[in-house]
C-alpha cells in the first residue's frame, strides 16, 4: 500500500514561511483530489488546500487564502503546501492527503491515504 510523508514543519515565528512536502511511496492509480489538512491541539481537522488530480485546480480555506499555496510536482510525485505569513492560528499538525479513484485492491471505490503529520508551530 502506497504510504504518504510530509516533512517540513518546524518551529517558526510570526510572520514567517515554511514549505512543506509530502512525498508518495508508489504511484496512484487515479487521483481524484489531493489536500492538506491541519489539526491544532484539542481542535478538529480542517482542510487548508486542496488540487484536483484532472486538471491541478486549487483551492484554499478562507482563513489561509492568499497565504497557502498548493502545488504538485509531477516529477517528483510530490504535493507541495507553501505557507507564507504564518500566525499563531496556524499552529497545529499538519497533514496530507490523497483521494484515489481505486482502492489499494484495484476496485473503483475511492480510498484516501493519509501521511502521519508534521507539525508546525508558530511562536515568538
Known amino acids: 500500500q502506497v504510504q504518504l510523508v510530509e516533512t517540513g514543519g518546524g518551529l517558526v515565528a510570526p510572520g514567517g514561511s515554511l514549505r512543506l512536502s509530502c512525498t508518495s511511496s508508489?504511484?496512484?492509480?487515479?487521483?481524484?483530489?489531493m489536500s492538506w489538512h491541519r489539526q491544532a491541539s484539542g481542535g478538529h481537522r480542517e482542510q487548508v488546500a486542496f488540487?484536483?488530480?484532472?486538471?491541478?485546480?486549487?483551492s484554499s480555506a478562507t482563513s489561509t487564502q492568499g497565504r497557502f499555496t498548493i502545488s504538485y510536482d509531477v516529477a517528483k510525485n510530490t504535493v507541495n503546501l507553501q505557507v507564507n505569513d504564518l500566525n499563531y492560528a496556524d499552529t497545529g499538525v499538519y497533514y496530507c492527503?490523497?483521494?484515489?479513484?481505486?482502492?489499494?485492491?484495484?476496485?473503483?471505490?475511492?480510498?484516501?491515504?493519509w501521511g502521519q503529520g508534521t507539525q508546525v508551530t508558530v511562536a515568538s
Open positions: 492527503n490523497v483521494r484515489d479513484r481505486y482502492n489499494p485492491y484495484g476496485a473503483a471505490i475511492p480510498y484516501e491515504y
Open positions: 508508489g504511484r496512484f492509480v487515479s487521483i481524484e483530489r
Open positions: 488540487l484536483t488530480g484532472h486538471d491541478f485546480t486549487t
